[in-house]
């Protein structure tokens, strides 16, 4: 919108607004736009959310530690939401397909954790959509993102190929043009590139999700990975790096970084609000949205396979309660972890909140400090 005006409208009469043209500029002011943003309102939203008694449940299997936490606002995901979305819509050049790709995508799935939250604040439990409703809605949602890709291939703006780290010359395509020449069979073609969009998206959201147990260990996560793909944004979208660190160029993708540097201006006006001790919770609408957003770029800009990495402690706490799950069925009750998601099991083990806050931080950081090595190492 501002892009909009400043650059398209008034650099032919005012030469100084050319400098809005550059996306570093923009992505500048769209991390600075967010984070305002997020200080300003954040307390009209916690005073809102208190005032229509909108607190959270804790779960009774939890940590007694976690049981004074019982009341605190959550649903504060709205906030990261508008900090995110407003910003993007200011700065980004809003003719670019991908911005209103991954806007969409974070709306969809935000909209799928405020009803989770919903429920929960209606019925004053900490259970909302059952897993299964949930799982079919978050494939609705990627399903969509995997459709809006595909239409974009065919107007030759994105490529299904995947991009393997430590692999230059080996890029597998997703789509088996072979089928393409079946008459009433072409369709099955795009089945495999929409199955792994699905996966991906939806167990990326989840696992933000997981994460969300401690007071600000979610939103911090998400700001060294958000930082992270805003990099890897910009230099996919940029000739000479792209050429450089021999990427798969795609110059509309670059646009791109400004959603990004708004993801991590917003997670730090959060984070100002949701530090220890919180007062307020991101609830679903956040978790989800942020799953969403992060995973949704990491497709569009082909770094898929650097997910593990980008998001690894949103993945290690995903695969902890996949391993839980998975030896208290198979091995008779028995468990790997105290409790999962893995956080918990670092607390039950003498670990205080701080403390395994600023661990997983830590980690958070070390893991995308890789993912960005990958880069070079091809």
């Given amino acids: 919108m501002l892009y909009w005006l400043l650059y398209q409208k008034l650099f032919p009469y005012f030469r100084v607004f050319r400098i ?13 736009t967010a984070l305002l943003i997020g200080l300003l309102i954040g307390p009209f939203v916690i005073d809102r959310l208190r005032e229509f008694q909108i607190g959270q449940y804790i779960r009774e299997e939890g940590p007694e530690s976690h049981q004074k ?12 939401c508008i900090s995110i979305l407003v910003p993007t819509l200011l700065w980004s050049d809003l003719s670019n397909p991908f911005i209103w790709v991954a806007v969409l995508s974070t709306l969809a799935f935000a909209a799928i954790g405020f009803t989770d939250d ?8 900490n259970l909302g959509l059952t897993s299964k409703q949930k799982l079919l809605l978050q494939f609705l949602a990627s399903g969509c993102v995997a459709a809006a890709l595909l239409y974009l291939r065919s107007r030759g703006s994105y490529s299904t190929r995947l991009v393997v780290p430590f692999l230059k010359n080996y890029k597998p395509d997703l789509i088996w043009a072979w089928m393409g020449h079946i008459p009433h069979l072409s369709w099955l073609a795009f089945i495999p590139f929409t199955i792994f ?13 997981l994460t969300d147990g401690l007071d600000g260990l979610a939103i911090g996560c998400t700001i060294v990975a958000a930082g992270a793909l805003t990099m890897l944004t910009y230099v996919s979208g940029h000739v000479v790096f792209s050429d450089y660190l021999e990427l798969q160029r795609m110059p509309l993708v670059g646009e791109l970084t400004v959603f990004c540097g708004a993801m991590v201006g917003a997670s ?3 984070l100002w609000y949701n530090a220890h001790p919180a007062e307020i919770f991101m609830g679903d609408v956040g978790s989800l949205a942020l799953g969403g957003a992060i995973s949704t770029v990491a497709v569009i800009i082909k770094q898929e396979l650097l997910l593990p990495f980008i998001g690894g402690v949103f ?32 607390e039950l083990g003498g670990w205080s909140e701080s403390k395994v806050i600023t661990r997983f ?18």
């Fill in 118 to 125: 919903y429920i929960k604040v209606v019925h004053k439990r």
């Fill in 361 to 378: 931080w830590i980690m958070a950081l070390v893991f995308a400090l890789f993912a960005l090595t990958t880069l070079k190492l091809r």
């Fill in 20 to 32: 809005f043209r550059y996306l570093t500029l923009r992505t500048g002011f769209a991390s600075l």
């Fill in 268 to 270: 730090i006006g959060f």
């Fill in 69 to 80: 936490k019982s009341g605190t606002p959550t649903m504060g995901g709205v906030l990261i």
């Fill in 315 to 346: 993945i290690l706490e995903a695969v902890s309660v996949m391993l839980q799950v998975g030896s208290y069925k198979l091995r008779g009750g028995k468990r790997i972890f105290r409790m999962a998601p893995l956080h918990h099991h670092f």
């Fill in 197 to 209: 969009v699905m996966l991906v998206i939806s167990f990326s959201s989840n696992a933000v999700n």
